[in-house]
């Protein structure tokens, strides 16, 4: 069990800095502050560093949740070994649905769910206990205390960002690099230094490679360390930005990264090892002769030595770190989870993730209503200094939408200097904060006081907020429920179900692997929609031809699984090809909402340009509703077991696919190729490939009304024929506008990006 325990650690290790690695590395990546590189080189310094003052967290995992002393040696090795597998399997599942979710929560409640397990057992065979013996067992205050701080730094989390947003805002503006100089050097020494003193100060208690006489010299001069700190920052900072024209924001950007990444591994490396070390502390106390001088069984010894100060051995936390430190650079699952908290927190449009609700509609109508009252109070001059700081800049328009940063550096230098501060406070005070809730609620926070949930986003984010935390409640429940099933399964099973388990695990995070490095290669692979750029018609022609070979090479797929699968009744070739149509609706619904910038970008004579834009994606919204009904209908005739289609139909469609095979090629070739000559040979067999589909068409009538039989195989024919016939006019309409419109001799405009 002990080495089971240490390759599960070095497991969770990996699955638990997949799911967190968000939590320390959003803010920067949002601002686009600095290269991704550089980022990951500073992170992996802060959690190798984070890692070695962690030890006194692991006390958390031996004696936070439950009473050592009340169980036995056996029964505390099942408990650790339930926590461990089910942490695995939980996170791993969380990884792959790429939803980021609390690591702290999950330990706590599955320490909670497996001790609470054991020791209803316990109860149950002694007659003389009841269930209300089960506090003696559990540490009730201890958890309590826990629990309730995890679920106030929810609201303490985005308060405070809230607050210190405003105020920085108000005091910097968007407009941060023109202020005086000395602004930014006192909030760069005030985060600097705040950051450094909870990190150094209250984390460097903690730390196993700190000498005891400097750590008590730093502690009892706490104010006049914090004075001289705050003013060398201060002055460093202002020889930074006058001397060497440096953006101290970057600056800032980069300390806040290294010290959330130290509070990170310090407050979360007990999540992934804390079970391990306390097994294996048990394991050398049952074993020693001097703590076990009975010579007890392992059902006899009682663990009350795992209640005393322990320190974990510094070799072990290296190792932690260094398993941390890899998983950061190379696993793929961590570089996936970061979507959701950069898009919920963007200070620009983006297309929303989640669904308004009947609760994000009612928390945004009652907050416009308290905005309105509070404006009511302000006199106007007031109001009219605080609108002025919460003006944007005027971006420029050559900068290209998706490489704009997702909000700027003053809010992602708050972002990290209020989460660090937090959550080393928690971590000095032996609480293990969840990251996850601090980061993303103080993320929130900021959003809300930047302005960025406007009235044309807010029921989306106020959604999005809701979902996340909702998921943070499951996984409590999941936690708590998996974790006390697996020892209830142990107990009972002993080694035949440890080694069940372990197997099941292993292949569950196998499976889960190849089915998450199976969809990243699909996703590389699949043939995305690029936004129009260029301010001429001639421009757009040139760009979007690839969408359009995109669309039909896409279509004509879609067109052909959608035969295979009626000819064969197959219903997963069907559906896969159902979700393949959603994807590429959505992803012609975007373009379709980024016609607002697109035409915003247009030079004044240019402004054809938006109408052809629009003409193109009404033919392109044409083909995919024509495919979406297309695809939908032959599933949900299969779906519902109905007869299959006779042969003499399927002959017929499978005579229509080839021809719009051929169509479709030659279409795909002559965008891809940019020959947009070649679309008038593909116009020139438009009316024969109609006379084609009307005949098909009138065949089926006679079929109808002297051999037909099927109500529903008439219905499904007559609509697929009818739909591929609107198919076919709205890709030669796209063609006909292509050809129509493009000029040889125009040398198309397009956009330069100033960066390049």
Request: charged share 20%.
């Amino acid at each position: 069990m002990i080495i089971a325990l240490a390759v599960l650690a070095i497991a969770d290790l990996v699955v638990g800095v997949s799911n967190d690695a968000v939590n320390f590395l959003n803010s920067a990546i949002g601002s686009k502050a600095v290269s991704f590189k550089t980022l990951m080189i500073v992170a992996s310094v802060g959690v190798a560093f984070g890692a070695l003052s962690s030890s006194g967290m692991m006390e958390i995992a031996r004696k936070g949740i439950f009473v050592p002393g009340e169980f036995v040696f056996d029964e505390i090795m099942i408990i650790f070994m339930a926590v461990m597998i089910t942490d695995i399997l939980l996170l791993d599942f969380f990884n792959t649905l790429g939803l980021p979710t609390s690591t702290t929560v999950s330990i706590v409640f599955e320490l909670l769910g497996a001790s609470v397990c054991i020791a209803l057992i316990k109860i149950s065979a002694d007659n003389n206990q009841s269930f209300l013996d089960l506090g003696n067992y559990i540490n009730n205050e201890k958890a309590i205390e826990i629990i309730l701080g995890i679920l106030l730094s929810v609201v303490v989390a985005f308060s405070v960002g809230a607050i210190i947003q405003y105020v920085s805002r108000l005091l910097l503006s968007f407009n941060f690099n023109d202020k005086p100089k000395f602004y930014g050097a006192i909030f760069s020494g005030f985060a600097v230094t705040s950051i450094m003193y909870f990190i150094l100060i209250k984390g460097i208690k903690n730390a196993s490679f700190m000498n005891a006489d400097i750590k008590s010299m730093i502690s009892s001069n706490t104010e006049a360390t914090l004075a001289i700190g705050f003013v060398i920052f201060t002055l460093i900072s202002f020889l930074l930005i006058t001397l060497l024209k440096t953006n101290i924001y970057r600056i800032i950007i980069i300390v806040g990264t290294f010290a959330l990444a130290v509070a990170f591994a310090g407050n979360d490396l007990v999540n992934f090892i804390g079970p391990t070390t306390g097994a294996y502390q048990a394991y050398i106390d049952f074993g020693n002769p001097e703590v076990n001088t009975l010579g007890l069984s392992a059902t006899e010894f009682t663990m009350e030595s795992l209640g005393k100060k322990i320190y974990t051995p510094t070799i072990i936390l290296l190792i932690a770190g260094l398993v941390m430190v890899l998983t950061l650079w190379f696993s793929s699952k961590a570089k996936a989870v970061v979507k959701t908290s950069v898009d919920l927190s963007r200070q620009d449009d983006v297309k929303e993730r989640f669904e308004p609700n009947f609760l994000s509609r009612s928390i945004v109508r009652m907050t416009i209503a308290a905005s309105e009252s509070i404006n009511s109070i302000l006199p106007n001059s007031a109001k009219r200094v605080i609108d002025k700081q919460f003006e944007k800049p005027a971006l420029s328009a050559a900068i290209k939408k998706e490489d704009m940063p997702a909000f700027d550096m003053v809010r992602a230098a708050v972002n990290l200097m209020v989460a660090s501060v937090l959550i080393s406070i928690a971590t000095s005070m032996k609480l293990p904060l969840s990251t996850t809730y601090v980061t993303f609620m103080v993320a929130m926070g900021t959003s809300l006081a930047d302005r960025a949930w406007g009235s044309e986003s807010a029921v989306y984010r106020v959604a999005g907020v809701l979902n996340v935390i909702g998921g943070w409640f499951l996984t409590a429940l999941s936690a708590f429920v998996a974790a006390s099933l697996m020892a209830l399964i142990l107990y009972y099973g002993r080694g035949y179900a440890l080694v069940a388990l372990i197997t099941f695990a292993i292949f569950v995070l196998f499976r889960n692997y190849l089915k998450h490095r199976k969809e990243s290669r699909i996703l590389k692979e699949e043939d995305t929609l690029q936004k129009a750029e260029s301010s001429s018609t001639q421009g757009v022609i040139v760009e979007s031809a690839s969408n359009i070979a995109n669309v039909v090479k896409r279509g004509n797929r879609i067109y052909t699984n959608a035969v295979n699968g009626l000819a064969t009744h197959n219903l997963k070739m069907l559906k896969k090809n159902k979700s393949q149509v959603e994807s590429l609706a959505d992803e012609i619904d975007e373009l379709k909402d980024n016609i607002f910038y697109f035409i915003k970008n247009l030079d004044e004579p240019s402004v054809n340009a938006s109408n052809f834009y629009l003409s193109i994606l009404r033919h392109l919204q044409d083909m995919a509703q024509s495919l979406a009904y297309i695809s939908n209908s032959s599933y949900k005739h299969v779906n519902n077991n109905h007869k299959k289609l006779k042969f003499s139909q399927i002959k017929e469609l499978k005579e229509i696919d080839e021809v719009f095979e051929g169509l479709f090629k030659e279409t795909k070739t002559a965008f891809t190729s940019g020959s947009f000559n070649q679309i008038g040979a593909v116009l020139e067999r438009k009316h024969d490939v109609i006379n084609m589909l009307t005949e098909k068409i009138q065949k089926q009538v006679e079929r109808t009304r002297t051999e037909e039989s099927s109500p529903k195989n008439t219905t499904l024919y007559f609509g697929i024929l009818l739909e591929t016939k609107d198919l076919l006019i709205a890709t030669m309409s796209l063609l006909e506008e292509y050809f129509n419109s493009h000029d040889d001799s125009v040398e198309p405009a397009k956009v330069i990006n100033e960066e390049e």
